[in-house]
Nanobody, 115 residues
Framework: QVHLVESGGGLVQAGGSLRLSCAAS????????MGWYRQAPGKQRELVAT???????NYADSVKGRFTIARDNAKSTVNLQMNSLKPEDTAVYYC?????????WGQGTQVTVSS
């Protein structure tokens, strides 16, 4: 069983920045990939960014150039640096990790961007 704890959400004005962090209860080397997803009210959950064990990153077109995903192996965390935030980035952000056996989700953290 893997436990994920997310932190760093909050309220920010448009153009501001936030840094989300997801701490895993096991080494990140256990995961084939780690990532962040988000779900806005009335919408489906969507991919924001992922990072593979090899360090390959993938971003949604809507966040490219503004968000950066990074993995801290020593702290067993995956972080999402979000810059130039827009009101349309408002959502609950979820951390997701994938192992060879299963997929795990965090509880979510709210990000609200005011205009």
């Amino acid at each position: 069983q893997v436990h994920l704890v997310e932190s760093g959400g909050g309220l920010v004005q448009a153009g501001g920045s936030l840094r989300l962090s997801c701490a895993a209860s096991v080494s990140v080397y256990s995961f084939s990939s780690m990532g962040w997803y988000r779900q806005a009210p009335g919408k489906q959950r969507e991919l924001v960014a992922t990072i593979s064990r090899a360090g390959t990153t993938n971003y949604a077109d809507s966040v490219k150039g503004r968000f950066t995903i990074a993995r801290d192996n020593a702290k067993s965390t995956v972080n999402l640096q979000m810059n130039s935030l827009k009101p349309e980035d408002t959502a609950v952000y979820y951390c997701k990790v994938v192992t060879s056996l299963s997929t795990y989700w965090g509880q979510g953290t709210q990000v609200t961007v005011s205009s």
